[in-house]
Nanobody, 115 residues
Framework: QVQLVESGGGLVQAGGSLRLSCAAS????????MGWYRQAPGKQRELVAS???????NYADSVKGRFTISRGSAKNTVYLQMNAVKYEDTGAYYC?????????WGQGTQVTVSS
């Protein structure tokens, strides 16, 4: 089992910055990839960014050049640095841990961008 706790969401003006954090606990040795996903009202959940154990990163086209995913030194924390945010970045952001036997999700943190 892997437990995930997100933090850092809130209200931000368009063009501003926000940093999300995700702390993993439990069987963290089993995690292959961690990612950030978001879900806007009325839309499906989508991948925002992911990072593998080998530090390979992947980004949605809509956030490339603006968002950066990274790991903390302890490797059980993942961050999402959000710069130059846009109104369309508004949504619930979820941290996910992908393991060999399943996926685990945090409860989510709300990001609201005011235009």
């Amino acid at each position: 089992q892997v437990q995930l706790v997100e933090s850092g969401g809130g209200l931000v003006q368009a063009g501003g910055s926000l940093r999300l954090s995700c702390a993993a606990s439990g069987s963290i040795f089993s995690i292959n990839t961690m990612g950030w996903y978001r879900q806007a009202p009325g839309k499906q959940r989508e991948l925002v960014a992911s990072i593998t154990n080998g530090e390979r990163t992947n980004y949605a086209d809509s956030v490339k050049g603006r968002f950066t995913i990274s790991r903390g030194s302890a490797k059980n924390t993942v961050y999402l640095q959000m710069n130059a945010v846009k109104y369309e970045d508004t949504g619930a952001y979820y941290c996910a841990a992908h393991t060999g036997w399943g996926d685990y999700w945090g409860q989510g943190t709300q990001v609201t961008v005011s235009s």
